[in-house]
């Protein structure tokens, strides 16, 4: 089986989609794991910061270059440690599923407060355990403006450009998010399927 990480602009429909995937995985008799993010091995709050921040990803200030540095440090640990204490075994018996991934703060260094040099992010990031298979769902600005609207359609724009180049650099896959969920989530099934 195999770790999957679905990222997106906010609006893209990647909970929806993600609970209608595992739903039918589920239902053939896998396991299926689930994360946002980054593993928790070291902290037990982070799922409350990361539904306060989904309200207003970017009211936050970043934080200085050492605060910064010092954040990636503490998620690089976290990665690792959950990785080798429990995803790993979970990705070879099931599926291990991420909404957002470490990948996420090259894109939008903002959202995550991250106020330290970018090559440095890069290279933090390339470092860390990568998904087996990276999918972007991908939408129109206008479209994800109409399902949400939390975030500008200038900063829809930026972050919609820096996944497809995260994408490409990272061998990933591009995946129609203007249809209608069911749509997404049967390709996204025989996607999986085919490559496992």
Same mark, same amino acid.
């Given at each position: 089986m195999s770790f999957v990480v679905i990222?997106?602009? #906010?609006? /893209?429909?990647?909970?929806?989609v993600l609970d209608g995937l595992i739903n039918h995985i589920e239902a053939d008799g896998i396991e299926v794991s689930c994360g946002h993010w980054r593993p928790t091995p070291l902290s037990k709050s982070s799922e409350n910061h990361h539904a306060a921040t989904a309200d207003d990803p970017h009211g936050q200030v970043a934080r200085g270059a050492f605060g910064s540095v010092a954040k990636l440090w503490w998620i690089w640990i976290n990665w690792w440690l959950g990785w080798f204490l429990d995803l790993r075994g979970k990705a070879k018996s099931g599926y291990v599923f991420? #909404?957002?991934?470490?990948?996420d703060l090259l894109v939008d260094p903002h959202r995550y407060r991250y106020g330290g040099p970018m090559w440095l992010a890069k290279f933090w990031s390339r470092t860390l355990p990568q998904p087996d298979h990276l999918i972007f769902l991908d939408a129109e600005v206008d479209v994800l403006l109409a399902r949400k609207q939390e975030v500008s359609a200038d900063a829809l724009a930026r972050s919609r450009a820096g996944y497809i180049e995260l994408v490409k650099r990272r061998h990933?896959?591009?995946?129609? /998010?203007?249809?209608?969920?069911?749509?997404?989530?049967?390709?996204?099934?025989?996607?999986?399927?085919?490559r496992d």
């Amino acid at each position: 089986m195999s770790f999957v990480v679905i990222i997106g602009c #906010d609006g /893209a429909g990647k909970s929806t989609v993600l609970d209608g995937l595992i739903n039918h995985i589920e239902a053939d008799g896998i396991e299926v794991s689930c994360g946002h993010w980054r593993p928790t091995p070291l902290s037990k709050s982070s799922e409350n910061h990361h539904a306060a921040t989904a309200d207003d990803p970017h009211g936050q200030v970043a934080r200085g270059a050492f605060g910064s540095v010092a954040k990636l440090w503490w998620i690089w640990i976290n990665w690792w440690l959950g990785w080798f204490l429990d995803l790993r075994g979970k990705a070879k018996s099931g599926y291990v599923f991420y #909404d957002r991934y470490h990948g996420d703060l090259l894109v939008d260094p903002h959202r995550y407060r991250y106020g330290g040099p970018m090559w440095l992010a890069k290279f933090w990031s390339r470092t860390l355990p990568q998904p087996d298979h990276l999918i972007f769902l991908d939408a129109e600005v206008d479209v994800l403006l109409a399902r949400k609207q939390e975030v500008s359609a200038d900063a829809l724009a930026r972050s919609r450009a820096g996944y497809i180049e995260l994408v490409k650099r990272r061998h990933g896959t591009v995946v129609d /998010a203007n249809r209608p969920i069911k749509e997404i989530i049967n390709e996204l099934r025989f996607m999986l399927d085919d490559r496992d």
